[in-house]
């Protein structure tokens, strides 16, 4: 059998490199990895993407996402019986027909809204950015300041049309699902994540204290973890 990969997808205002620590303690473990470039451009053309990506890959694969990513990877391993497990990493885990703006303002908790900015393109659609002097206290509350103003500098806009484009039927319906997030989310309400881990069915939901959005730089040991978690079950 082929060696398993674990294949990472990144999600909105952030970019493949956020996964760089979580990378390392799986590489260091012996684990493959792949840190696919997300498009940010809509959700039926990402996870397209992503599920091209993965059909070039030999062997057993443990597909993890964060933010956006995790409606991404929902979408994108459909399909893929070499998919064996999928990771939400303070992700998305939509049902059929729903959008991800409608999962962060169902329940309250998010300030995400008030902390954007919108660049207009030429078709209509915009680009959502998160205002730099906003992005320490919005997305990495516990990242040092110098290293989230370069995570705000680096960070990698998402289209409207992302936002708002109903999800097809989920993956986790038939696949084993890990859930971890931080207890301080400020994009995604907490309350999200736990109704969110709770219908998927999750093996194991990892919360962790004090943590922010952007757990896979402030917390890479624990996100690997639990990734290391799910590839022990599957492999």
């Known amino acids: 059998m082929s060696e398993l990969t674990v ?34 451009r809509s959700l039926s053309g990402d996870a397209a993407s992503v599920s091209s990506l993965l059909g070039s890959i030999p062997g057993p694969i443990v597909l993890v996402g964060h933010s956006y990513g995790g409606a991404v990877i929902s979408n994108a391993a459909t ?8 990771v939400y990493v303070a992700a998305f885990a939509p049902l059929e027909g729903e959008s991800i703006f409608e999962l962060s303002g169902r329940l309250p908790g998010s300030t ?14 915009v680009e959502l ?52 997030f931080g207890d301080a989310d400020r994009n995604i309400p907490v309350a999200a994540h736990r109704l969110m881990a709770e219908r998927a069915g999750a ?25 290391t978690s799910a590839i022990a079950a599957v492999n």
């Open 203 to 227: 093996k194991a939901t990892v919360e962790l204290t004090g943590t922010s959005h952007a757990i896979t730089i402030s917390r890479p040991g624990e996100v690997a973890e639990v990734i």
């Open 112 to 125: 995400l809204g008030d902390t954007l900015d919108a660049v207009p393109l030429g078709d209509g659609s």
């Open 129 to 180: 950015y998160i205002r730099q002097d906003r992005f320490h206290e919005q997305f990495a509350a516990d990242v040092p300041a110098a290293e989230a103003a370069v995570l705000a500098a680096t960070q990698r806009p998402l289209r409207d049309i992302a936002l708002r484009e109903h999800a097809g039927p989920p993956a986790w319906r038939s696949l084993p699902s890990w859930f971890v």
């Open 7 to 40: 294949v990472f997808v990144h999600g909105a205002f952030a970019e493949s490199s956020s996964w760089g620590g979580v990378i390392s303690e799986l590489r260091q473990a012996g684990h493959g990895t792949i840190a696919a470039a997300n498009p940010l």
């Open 79 to 86: 399909g893929h019986d070499n998919v064996r497990a999928l």
